[in-house]
């Protein structure tokens, strides 16, 4: 028996390199509304986790929001957000500044909401700026060496 996959054309976010963040030349992908049942187990049997690794169960809200932020040079990241809503900035260090020379803003913002499905690739800087609802969220992170697929496989029941 074959495992039906689900079909969405995610929203795809280049985040071009900074002199502070390396960034990636492979897009942040968001996969909107996708995770259908918002538990824990829910999200761990979501994701094939033969090709990604369970990485952490986080609840971020009030004091707790990750506000430094980082990157991960050799691994990318997927997330599958169970409850709330949480502001991502991608692609701008502390170092980088708020603009370019024209004047355009320097990274990214999204908002990750329950059900999502996104991936930051390796080298992207991210951090959450804020959040609502008592956002919570599962990582995955892909196995080493180029071992795992860049994009976690979603399936349906």
Known sequence: MSNPRLQVTPELYPIPPTRHSPNSPFPVIVYRGVLLDRTPTGALEAIETSEWVH??????????????????????????????????????????????????????KF??????????????????TETEDEYEIIGFYSLVRGKSAFIPRLQTN
């Not at 997330?79 to 809503?85: D, K, M």
């Not at 908002?111 to 959450?128: E, I, K, L, Q």
């Open 55 to 108: 990485g952490g169960h986080w609840k971020i809200g009030g004091e707790k929001v990750a506000a430094t932020p980082h990157y991960h040079g050799t691994t990318h990241e997927a997330y599958t957000v169970l409850r709330g809503s949480g502001t991502y900035l991608l692609g701008r260090s502390t170092l980088d500044p708020e603009t370019d020379w024209n004047g355009n803003p320097v990274g990214v």
């Open 111 to 128: 908002v990750a909401r329950a059900g999502d499905v996104f991936v930051f690739p390796a080298g992207v800087t991210h951090y959450v």
